[in-house]
């Protein structure tokens, strides 16, 4: 479901762009589903992809076999201890990837790995975004458990809702915890 979101960027051709070389390697913290992955390494050298999700790696990989993608691998890591055997030209972490960390410490290991992977004269782009709501206005938005429509899709035989749950905040520093809960709806029913 998390390819469905609306709210997807059109990110992808901005990391195409900015490929130092056609064979140069690249790091994808956070590969997700491949939705960067993919592309990436359809326009040549070597992808490696890094994720915490075994559904999403194993979605990734479908979606590099479907492809016919023979220059891309992905493996199962925790991006704030990542110690690979290899250096890399280029060090993307595209859309959320750094929203999901945090503490200091898991932030300070992101920069540390970056730093232990990547390759003198190398390129690394982080994705961050800012947020639409004040402090205040996140405090009290998720200070109470609810759970909140977050988008809707139309579907070939219904429709698919992601709803956020509200699992918990931590004031200061502010983080938000939520829970990500996608209902499928087919012919009017759930």
Not at 111 to 116: E, L, P, V
């Amino acid at each position: 479901f998390y390819d469905l979101a609306p709210d997807m960027p059109n990110d992808v051709p901005f990391y195409i762009r900015r490929l130092p070389s056609s064979d140069a390697h690249v790091l994808e913290l956070g590969c997700g589903t491949g939705r960067v992955t993919v592309p990436l390494a359809q326009h040549g050298g070597f992808v490696q992809g890094i994720d915490h999700s075994v559904d999403m790696l194993r979605a990734c990989r479908s979606r590099l076999e479907a492809a016919g993608v023979a220059n891309a691998d992905v493996a199962l890591g925790d991006i704030p201890d990542l110690r690979l055997d290899h250096s890399y030209d280029f060090i993307i972490a595209p859309y959320r990837v750094m929203h999901n960390l945090e503490t200091d410490v898991e932030v300070r290991g992101l920069f540390s790995g970056i730093r232990r992977h990547l390759r003198p004269g190398g390129r690394c782009i982080l994705n961050t975004f800012g947020l639409q709501r004040t402090r205040e206005q996140l405090v009290d938005r998720w200070s109470t458990p609810e759970e909140s429509l977050d988008w809707e899709v139309e579907v070939e035989d219904g429709k698919v809702a992601c709803y956020a749950r509200r699992l918990g905040i931590s004031i200061d520093p502010l983080v938000l915890r939520p829970e990500l809960a996608y209902r499928v709806y087919r012919g009017g029913e759930m």
